[in-house]
C-alpha cells in the first residue's frame, strides 16, 4: 500500500521561498507519475506541478517560472521548490498521482504567504 507524507510548509513573506517534500513509501515504480496540488478553502483541488510522459516539468500558469518539481530516486521521493511567493500561494500542498486513479491523500502540508 502506498502511503504519502507532505512536508516543508510553513509561514513565509512574500518573495520567500520553501520547499516542500512528498515521501512516498510503498510500492511504486514510476516517481514521474507523482504530481503535487493545492488545495485552497472553497476552491477546487488544483495540480500545479507534474512531469510530462518524457519526464519534463509541467506547472499551471500561475506557478511557471516560480515553482520547480523535482524527483529522488534514493530518497523516493518528488520535492516541490517554491520561489518568490506569493500571498495567493497560500494553501495546503499535497502530492499524489497526477492521473489515473489516486493513491490515499495524505495529510498535505501548509504553506502560508503573507503580504
Known amino acids: 500500500q502506498v502511503q504519502l507524507v507532505e512536508s516543508g510548509g510553513g509561514l513565509v513573506q512574500a518573495g520567500g521561498s520553501l520547499r516542500l517534500s512528498c515521501e512516498i513509501s510503498?510500492?511504486?515504480?514510476?516517481?514521474?507519475?507523482i504530481g503535487w496540488y493545492r488545495q485552497i478553502p472553497q476552491r477546487s483541488r488544483e495540480l500545479v506541478a507534474r512531469f510530462s510522459i518524457l519526464g519534463d516539468p509541467i506547472f499551471v500558469d500561475d506557478v511557471r517560472g516560480r515553482f520547480a518539481i523535482f524527483k529522488d530516486n534514493t530518497k523516493n521521493s518528488v520535492d516541490l521548490q517554491m520561489d518568490n511567493l506569493k500571498p495567493e500561494d497560500t494553501a495546503v500542498y499535497l502530492c499524489?498521482?497526477?492521473?489515473?486513479?489516486?493513491?490515499?491523500w495524505g495529510r498535505g502540508t501548509r504553506v502560508t504567504v503573507s503580504s
Open positions: 499524489n498521482r497526477a492521473s489515473g486513479v489516486h493513491y490515499a
Open positions: 510503498g510500492s511504486i515504480t514510476n516517481l514521474e507519475g
